[in-house]
């Protein structure tokens, strides 16, 4: 019966090992490699596994160290609309996630959860970001609102307010993420023209078209924000 005998790389990414076969040949042959399938139909899977815990063991503290980490249940304090939030998370958790599953603050909405839609405006520090795209671990220490943090004591926020007015939504579903990205085209200084609004708004999709109504809704906001600032 023929034995093989294989020659491997093998290098650690992101806690995974991965390996490379560079070389591989039964012991009955003399020259000629044998193929991929061979090679596999030879019971190259248990090769491999035999050979994962030398390469672990050859840098024992970094391959373990990169598994945990990528696994590790983590606690952290989100503070969202001015209240700390204590929550356990996967260290792998977005702020999304975070917001929407541990902390059931629903009004940030998931569209594409790839960073393409803008559904998942929220401010951080005042300035928009896409949830979708910030780790919740990073968004620690810094002043998270989301759409549920406008309106105080019962009274919509200008912004709010002004969508309303100018019927700048239909079936509402990208609207959280719309308003709250107006709320930062105005206090960042981009709504100073009908260009420059559009412009800044342009990572918000809306696939019910209502972009003119939404135009108009940050205008008729911007006095009262500018007031209020
Ligand atoms: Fe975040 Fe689409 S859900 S950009
Ligand atoms: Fe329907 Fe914008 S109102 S997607």
Redesign the pocket.
């Given at each position: 019966m023929n034995s093989v005998v294989a020659q491997f790389s093998a290098v650690v990414i992101d806690g995974t090992i991965h390996m490379r076969v560079l070389h591989a040949r039964s012991s009955g042959e003399s020259t000629s490699s044998l193929s991929r399938r061979e090679f596999l139909a030879a019971g190259a899977g248990g090769a491999m596994a035999s050979l994962m815990p030398n390469a672990a063991e050859a840098d024992p503290v970094s391959a373990a160290t990169q598994q945990t980490d990528a696994r590790a249940v983590v606690d952290v304090v989100l503070t969202v609309n001015g209240r700390d939030h204590r929550t356990a998370i996967d260290s792998r958790t977005t702020l999304?996630d975070a917001l929407r599953e541990h902390l059931q603050l629903t009004g940030t909405?998931?569209?594409?959860?790839?960073?393409?839609?803008?559904?998942?405006?929220v401010l951080s520090g005042g300035k928009p970001v896409?949830?979708?795209?910030t780790l919740a671990l990073t968004a620690q220490r810094q002043q998270i609102t989301t759409i549920e943090g406008l309106a105080k004591a019962g009274v919509l926020h200008p912004m709010q307010q002004a969508f309303v007015d100018q019927d700048a939504l239909q079936c509402g579903y990208c609207t959280p993420g719309q308003i709250m990205s107006a709320v930062g085209c105005v206090t960042t200084g981009h709504a100073n023209s009908d260009a420059a609004i559009r412009e800044y708004m342009s990572g918000n999709l809306c696939r019910c078209a209502a972009y003119p109504n939404i135009v108009a809704a940050i205008k008729q906001a911007q006095p009262q924000l500018r007031k209020d600032a």
């Open positions: 999304l909405k998931k569209g594409c959860d790839h960073g393409q839609c803008g559904a998942c405006t896409l949830a979708c795209l």
